[in-house]
Each structure stands twice: as structure tokens, then as C-alpha cells.
């Protein structure tokens, strides 16, 4: 008998052991579909992109858009690198540094980047033939302007900050359709709202407030404008407010106190008459009948 006790033991703790084995191990792999892993896109080499597109963004000189836009699309998909990136007027541009920053991941093929840029400007003689004379820049290639043209105002420098999105393309990081915009804070999602319609009535109502809501941001006194809560930085009078077309508002379903505005935002370099239109998403809340701005960034629907 104490023979048999023992055989009768060593099958029970046997039993005993496979059935941790199965629940532990073989069960959770039998009957359950693994979560996909998630890997970010590479994080310097985002950043590399998106500083290498300000860069080349950020300089301009009469009569060279042809050679900056052919630069600007080698690192774009798009209309990132088309009409909505060429500046307007008679200025001298040059990015002097460019410190790409923070990101925020969308998924694991699209982020947006906070770079930083220190630019140089500079505004041509008054008549049109010592403009002629003085344009040495003009035989460089690429979008780079070279040093100030002879004869020229030199206005100094002064820092702006740009929020890039950026993704992957055919195993390399470029800038995403939507093209870089103006912002003072960090990278932030602005996406469509779900189940999002255009309200006319909302969209006629609100094209004042972001009007006013953008000349603000421009000179950082957005305090009054901004949802409660919300800090906006703003971009320090780098540039001025010049126009906002093709504005509208998407309301999410069954909500009708926040939502999503796009339009295209025109900038003028404080001091000079340098121009640039940016697509822009601007998240709208309402609070006792008023709208409010609670975020800008990249029009994510332009892509």
C-alpha cells in the first residue's frame, strides 16, 4: 500500500504541474491574439527632417523660388514643398540655426516636431536698380541665400518657433503634406472630430473669433481669447496677422460646444513685407455662448 500512496502522490503532483504549465504558459499563447507592438518612428532621424525642411523653408531671396521650392520638395510629400511654402515679396531670409525639439507621436509612421529657427533678415535699397545691382545671392544654388546682398537694410535676427509634422515614406522621414506652421508650443494633435459635420451657422459665427484669436497669437496677448485653462504661448511679434481664408468648423456628433476649425493663415514677417500661408487647425470650445481657442497646430486634413 505505502508503494501505491506514493505512485498515487507523484501522479497528482505531475497533474499539478502540467496544469500550471498550460495556464501560465501554453494557455495565454493558445487562446489570445497578441496586441501589436507599437514602435515610435525614429526620433533623431524625425528630427533631422523636419530641421533640414525649416532650413530651407525659412530662406528666401527674390527670384530663387524656383531653386528653394525644387529643395523643399526633396524632403516633402506633397503640397508640403508646393504654393503654400513659397514666400511673397522683396526681403532677404536666412535661417542662421535650427534646433529641432520635443515630438509628439501620432502612430508609429507620423509625428509632429517642435523645431526652433533663429533667422536673419534683411530689406533691399529703395530703388529698383541698386536692387538689380545688389543681388549677389542670386547665382547660388539650392534655397540657401548666402551672406546679405550689398546695399542692403540688415535687420538683425530674431528667433521663431514652427511645429513640422512629419512621416514615413518609402523607409525615409519626410515633412507630411500638411506643411509646417508658426506655433509657440509644444506639438499638439488636432485632429477631426469623430463623426465631424461643417456647420455653416458655427463656421459664419466663429470666423471673427479666429481672426481675432490669430492677430492675438501673434503678439503673444491671447490670454482673453484662449479656452479657461489653456495657455498659449504665441509667437512674440516675429510676425503679424495678415488674412485667414477657406475657414470651417466641424462639429463632432452630438456636441455642439466644441470643435474643429481649418483655414489658411497668412504671416508677414514683422518689419519687412515677406509673406507666407500656412494651413492651420485651430480646436474651438464653447463656454457660456462664446468660443474660445484651445489649440493650433498642422491642418491634419490636408494631407
Given at each position: 500500500?505505502?508503494?501505491?500512496?506514493?505512485?498515487?502522490?507523484?501522479?497528482?503532483v505531475?497533474?499539478?504541474?502540467?496544469?500550471?504549465?498550460?495556464?501560465?504558459?501554453?494557455?495565454?499563447?493558445?487562446?489570445?491574439?497578441?496586441?501589436?507592438?507599437?514602435?515610435?518612428?525614429?526620433?533623431?532621424?524625425?528630427?533631422?527632417?523636419?530641421?533640414?525642411?525649416?532650413?530651407?523653408?525659412?530662406?528666401?531671396?527674390?527670384?530663387?523660388g524656383?531653386?528653394?521650392?525644387?529643395?523643399?520638395?526633396?524632403?516633402?510629400?506633397?503640397?508640403?514643398?508646393?504654393?503654400?511654402?513659397?514666400?511673397?515679396?522683396?526681403?532677404?531670409?536666412?535661417?542662421?540655426?535650427?534646433?529641432?525639439g520635443?515630438?509628439?507621436?501620432?502612430?508609429?509612421?507620423?509625428?509632429?516636431?517642435?523645431?526652433?529657427a533663429?533667422?536673419h533678415?534683411?530689406?533691399?535699397?529703395?530703388?529698383?536698380?541698386?536692387?538689380?545691382?545688389?543681388?549677389?545671392?542670386?547665382?547660388?544654388?539650392?534655397?540657401?541665400?548666402?551672406?546679405?546682398?550689398?546695399?542692403?537694410?540688415?535687420?538683425?535676427?530674431?528667433?521663431?518657433e514652427?511645429?513640422?509634422?512629419?512621416?514615413?515614406?518609402?523607409?525615409?522621414?519626410?515633412?507630411s503634406?500638411?506643411?509646417?506652421?508658426?506655433?509657440?508650443?509644444?506639438?499638439?494633435?488636432?485632429?477631426?472630430?469623430?463623426?465631424?459635420?461643417v456647420?455653416?451657422?458655427?463656421?459664419?459665427?466663429?470666423?471673427?473669433?479666429?481672426?481675432?484669436?490669430?492677430?492675438?497669437?501673434?503678439?503673444?496677448?491671447?490670454?482673453?481669447?484662449?479656452?479657461?485653462?489653456?495657455?498659449?504661448?504665441?509667437?512674440?511679434?516675429?510676425?503679424?496677422?495678415?488674412?485667414?481664408?477657406?475657414w470651417?468648423?466641424?462639429?463632432?456628433?452630438?456636441?455642439?460646444t466644441?470643435?474643429?476649425?481649418?483655414?489658411?493663415?497668412?504671416?508677414?514677417?514683422?518689419?519687412?513685407?515677406?509673406?507666407?500661408?500656412?494651413?492651420?487647425?485651430?480646436?474651438?470650445?464653447?463656454?457660456?455662448?462664446?468660443?474660445?481657442?484651445?489649440?493650433?497646430?498642422?491642418?491634419?486634413?490636408?494631407?
Amino acid at each position: 500500500m505505502p508503494g501505491l500512496w506514493l505512485w498515487v502522490a507523484r501522479v497528482a503532483v505531475a497533474v499539478i504541474f502540467l496544469a500550471g504549465l498550460n495556464q501560465v504558459f501554453i494557455k495565454p499563447f493558445r487562446g489570445t491574439t497578441m496586441a501589436a507592438v507599437v514602435v515610435p518612428m525614429n526620433a533623431a532621424a524625425s528630427q533631422q527632417a523636419a530641421a533640414r525642411y525649416v532650413s530651407d523653408y525659412l530662406s528666401f531671396f527674390p527670384g530663387r523660388g524656383p531653386a528653394q521650392l525644387t529643395v523643399l520638395q526633396n524632403d516633402a510629400i506633397g503640397s508640403a514643398g508646393a504654393a503654400v511654402a513659397q514666400w511673397v515679396g522683396t526681403g532677404y531670409l536666412r535661417a542662421d540655426a535650427v534646433l529641432p525639439g520635443q515630438m509628439t507621436f501620432v502612430d508609429s509612421n507620423h509625428a509632429v516636431v517642435a523645431v526652433a529657427a533663429r533667422i536673419h533678415l534683411a530689406m533691399p535699397p529703395a530703388q529698383p536698380a541698386q536692387r538689380i545691382a545688389s543681388s549677389t545671392a542670386a547665382a547660388l544654388p539650392g534655397a540657401d541665400p548666402g551672406p546679405v546682398p550689398a546695399g542692403w537694410t540688415d535687420l538683425g535676427s530674431r528667433w521663431i518657433e514652427l511645429n513640422v509634422p512629419v512621416q514615413m515614406s518609402n523607409g525615409a522621414v519626410l515633412v507630411s503634406s500638411e506643411g509646417t506652421v508658426f506655433a509657440g508650443e509644444a506639438p499638439q494633435l488636432i485632429g477631426e472630430p469623430v463623426g465631424g459635420q461643417v456647420d455653416s451657422k458655427v463656421t459664419t459665427g466663429t470666423q471673427s473669433v479666429a481672426t481675432s484669436l490669430l492677430t492675438a497669437y501673434a503678439s503673444s496677448d491671447v490670454a482673453y481669447l484662449a479656452a479657461p485653462g489653456v495657455s498659449l504661448a504665441g509667437l512674440h511679434s516675429a510676425v503679424s496677422f495678415v488674412s485667414l481664408t477657406g475657414w470651417s468648423v466641424s462639429l463632432p456628433a452630438g456636441s455642439a460646444t466644441s470643435g474643429t476649425g481649418t483655414g489658411l493663415v497668412t504671416w508677414q514677417l514683422t518689419g519687412t513685407d515677406l509673406r507666407i500661408a500656412q494651413p492651420y487647425a485651430i480646436a474651438l470650445t464653447s463656454s457660456q455662448s462664446r468660443w474660445y481657442g484651445a489649440a493650433l497646430g498642422p491642418d491634419q486634413s490636408a494631407q
